[in-house]
């Protein structure tokens, strides 16, 4: 038979296994926060792309005739083709630091670098 004092033990250690699991997962969710690229036109997010090693993605952003090439590749992005007149977003190259961002005045078009976490944590490094 349980006493009172050994119900409120076990509630206790229910609680701190609980409260350790939690910090588990918050651990684990803050280390895996990635490193991503948001795609904006005109302030607008179009499109988030994934930075990871090992990882390659394409993106052709077409805003009727103006056509920007966007690659993200081994965590780094750039602006690899594009039809503005002066090529300014291409010649930027490549970026891989969080708030870098590339620019493309005349189509309006920036491709910021940015993580899931919070930006204090990345000050803090
Ligand atoms: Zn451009």
New binding site residues.
């Given amino acids: 038979m349980l006493t009172k004092a050994d119900k409120i033990l076990i509630v206790v250690l229910l609680s701190a296994a609980l409260a350790g699991i939690s910090a588990s997962f918050y651990l684990a969710a803050h280390e895996s926060g990635e490193k991503i690229a948001e795609v904006r036109v005109a302030g607008q997010v179009v499109k988030t792309m994934t930075l990871r090693q090992g990882y390659r993605e394409e993106f052709t952003l077409r805003q009727g005739d103006e056509v920007?090439v966007i690659e993200a590749d081994n965590g780094r992005i750039r602006?690899r083709e594009?039809n503005?007149p002066?090529?300014?977003?291409?010649q930027q190259g490549w970026v891989s630091l969080p708030n870098q961002q590339l620019v493309?005045?005349?189509?309006r078009?920036t491709v910021k670098v940015t993580t899931t976490e919070s930006e204090l944590d990345d000050i803090a490094r």
């Fill in positions: 920007n602006i594009a503005c002066d090529h300014l977003c291409v493309c005045l005349p189509f078009v």
